[in-house]
Each structure stands twice: as C-alpha cells, then as structure tokens.
C-alpha cells in the first residue's frame, strides 16, 4: 500500500512539474497595457538586428521575419510584413537597416500571443533577454502586420495570401478559447502565467454583434460572434480589430448588426480584458483565474 502511494505521489509530481514547464509568463508594466489596450497598432522606433534574407513561400505563409529592439519596449520582439515578396522598396529598406545599430519607424498591429516563446520561459518587461542572433528569437511581443516602415506604405500588404493553406476555424478557435491563464498584478506590473499557443492565420466567418462600431484613431474594434465554414457558432462572442485602411477594415465599416463576412485573423491577448479583471478582481478574485482572454487582429476578406 505505501509503495502504491508513493507511485502515485511521484506521478502526481511529475505531472506538476511538466504542467509547471510548460507555462510561460510575461511580466508587462501597467501604464504599457493602458497605452495599447485600446489601441489597434503601434508606433516604435525599431532596431533591425537580423532578418530573413528573403521573404517566406507563400505555402509557408509570405511573410518577412524582422528581429529587434523596440526603444523603450523591454521587451525581445520581431515585426513580419505579410505578402512580402510584392514589396521590394520595403525588403530593401529592411536589409539597409540591418545590423547597422541606428532605427527606423515601424508601425502596426501590436500583438503579444506565445506561440514562439520557450516553455518554461518568464519575459519580464524592461528585464535583460539574450542578444538576438537569428530573425526568430524567442518572443512574446510582435509587430504583425505591418502597416508602414519608414515612408513604405504597407496597408495593402494586408490581405489573403494566395497558396497559404489557413488554419481551420473549428481546431483554432478551441485552442484559443481554452487556454489557461493565471494573472497576479502588484503596483507597477502584471505577471500573465499561460501556455503556447500557435494557428496563425485562421479562416472563419464573423457575424456583427455591435450597434455602433468602435472606430479608433488607428482602426476600429467590433465584437463579434465567430463561425466555422458551414456557419455554426463556435464562438458566441469575441472583440475583432480591424487596423485601419485595410480592406477589411473598409469592407466591415459598411456592415450592420447581424451581417457576416469571411475572414481571416490571428490572435493576440486582449489587454482591455486583463486591464478589466485587474480593476475588477478587488471584489472578485476569480477573475484572475478565467481562461486566457484573445481577440483577432482581421488581416483579410475571403471572397
């Protein structure tokens, strides 16, 4: 009997500590969330370090790597232009960039999401994080899609990849609705305790559940709900954004309550909801413990 509890003690422990690996935590400052959670882009004064020496086959998804440091950010990060191999004037300004030390104005859709952090691993903002020496380190934080570098207009950019095969709806969205989040806020910080998490690129339909849209300086957000290819709900409710000037953004500006479009997206976490849940959970603390909050950034319009 005291040799079957001490199996089951040592299994129970193993299990623990390879559910403990498996986490990774990001440590944000406060006043970071509430510059971006309402927010669609970003703008950064960006240092290329290292980048893809040519954009990815459209069957891997088109995109360029760009590997960085972000003034100010703290953070390792990389920015990706989609479509990349269509702009030429960009992937030439990119690569004069490159490891010459002095920084270029990047700027587009924020995104943190851990779908290329090391397990086990804690990115604490403003911390020290290891020299870049490749396009992809491990990172939480993103530029992905972007809209503009230097005087390179990149908002076209911003649209279906032909040959891409898109991650299907039913498989991406039970990832996203069903990770697992721990959230412990002190004074200055944040620490969000969660897992990897990949499926970019997902195809889905949307169905408007706003009124009124929520147009913003660099986009709108719309809340919707989420449907797969035969038109069953499989999200009842999530926050869309939209960044501004794409074509998705346009195509949706003129729908109304009820109205669907097919689209694709990638997630990001919605700091607007860990900003809520932090404010809320003086009354409530489970709130720090529901599942990962995710909204999708719309990068385009199927036809």
Known sequence: M??????????????????????????LRKSFIDSLKNRVTISIDYQIVKAHPKPNPADKDGDLHI????????????????????????????????????????????????????????????GEFPDIINSNPSHVFEIHPVTKIGVIDLTKSIRPIIGF?????????????????????????????????????????????????????????????????????????MKMAFPKNTDAENQVSILKRGDLLHVVGIPRIDLSEISDRVTYSGNNPGMLDLPLPVEMIIVAVLK
């Not at 992937?91 to 270029?104: D, F, P, Q, S």
Request: net charge positive; proline share 2%.
């Open 165 to 237: 095969m898109y991650k299907d709806a039913d498989a991406a969205f039970a990832k996203y609705l069903n990770t697992r989040c721990k959230i412990e806020p002190d004074k200055r910080m944040v620490k969000i305790t969660t897992y990897g998490v990949g499926y970019n690129y997902a195809e889905f339909w949307i169905g408007i559940l706003d009124t009124k849209q929520k147009v913003v300086e660099d986009g709108r957000f719309i809340y919707c709900k989420v449907l797969d290819n035969d038109r069953k709900i499989i999200c009842e409710r």
């Open 67 to 126: 590997a960085g440091i972000g003034k100010h950010m703290g953070l390792p990060m990389v920015a990706e232009i989609m479509n990349a191999k269509d702009y030429p004037a960009a992937l030439k300004i990119v690569h004069g960039y490159e490891g010459a030390g002095n920084t270029i104005t990047i700027i587009g859709a924020w995104r943190i999401w851990c779908e290329h952090a090391a397990k086990g691993e804690h990115q604490y903002q403003g």
């Open 2 to 27: 005291l040799k079957s509890f001490r199996i089951i003690g040592f299994f129970l422990f193993f299990l623990w500590n390879a559910f403990s690996y498996g986490q990774i935590e990001i440590t």
